[in-house]
């Protein structure tokens, strides 16, 4: 009887596992897609709505050219789903700390990235306490946590939409909009890279270089990446 309840409690997380997962353990691509895409607008939104009320005027993290797109939050919608799949049988103390350190994680890769790839930064909490080279700190490793906690009571309604997305006009829509978000990511990277390039006098090396310069020159990108700044300002 408990070999038997012991192997259907297994299967059921293994039809779990292959139902959610990314294709290697089966959650469906267009899923994944759809959390990161619907994740990179509401945060914003959300982050705009906020910042509203407590500082009295709109302020956001767009990361793309092209939309009202931050990718970190689309990560983050998707580590956060996957993570609440994963940790599904783990306590809420264990999930709390594991989605804390997730979070600060996503926060360190996209800040070093910022810092030494391209010698900006665009959040900082250096005067937060126990904060690590500006990137997180203690009080917002514990708002990734609570908010990954948070998450756990969307995924029943996350799962029943993306059941009723099942029809032919959302997957045009997903593989439209993917091609879309795919080029506007590799064009904002382009659009950075040649930002951080001329605040170090880095001249244009083609054409394509020459028509970034020109279109989305420093004033274009500053207004559009408004909480973006050279590293050397934070030091």
């Given at each position: ?157 996350i799962d029943a939409t993306y059941e009723l997305m099942q029809t032919h006009a959302w997957h045009m829509a997903y593989v439209i909009l993917a091609i879309f978000l795919t080029i506007d990511l590799a064009f904002t990277g382009l659009c950075l ?43």
């Amino acid at each position: 009887m408990k070999k038997a309840l012991n192997n259907g409690r297994e299967e059921h997380r293994i039809r779990l596992l292959s139902t959610r997962f990314n294709e290697k353990y089966g959650i469906a691509r267009p899923e994944l897609f759809w959390l990161f895409f619907f994740g990179s607008l509401l945060g914003v939104l959300m982050e705009g709505i906020y910042c509203k009320f407590v500082h009295g005027a709109w302020e956001t993290h767009v990361v793309s050219i092209w939309g009202p797109f931050c990718i970190l939050y689309g990560i983050g919608a998707v580590a956060f789903y996957v993570g609440n799949v994963v940790w599904e049988d783990k306590k809420k103390w264990q999930k709390f700390l594991l989605f804390g350190f997730l979070g600060s994680g996503l926060e360190v890769i996209c800040g070093a990235i910022l810092e030494f790839g391209l010698g900006m930064y665009a959040w900082d909490y250096s005067e937060q306490f126990m904060n690590f080279r500006g990137y997180v700190s203690l009080s917002m490793t514990a708002a990734w946590g609570a908010i990954g906690l948070l998450f756990s009571f969307a995924i029943p309604r996350i799962d029943a939409t993306y059941e009723l997305m099942q029809t032919h006009a959302w997957h045009m829509a997903y593989v439209i909009l993917a091609i879309f978000l795919t080029i506007d990511l590799a064009f904002t990277g382009l659009c950075l890279v040649r930002w951080a390039g001329r605040k170090y006098d880095i001249p244009a090396a083609n054409r394509i270089e020459q028509f970034i310069d020109e279109r989305y020159d420093d004033d274009f990108m500053q207004n559009r990446f408004i909480e973006w700044h050279p590293i050397e300002w934070k030091r």
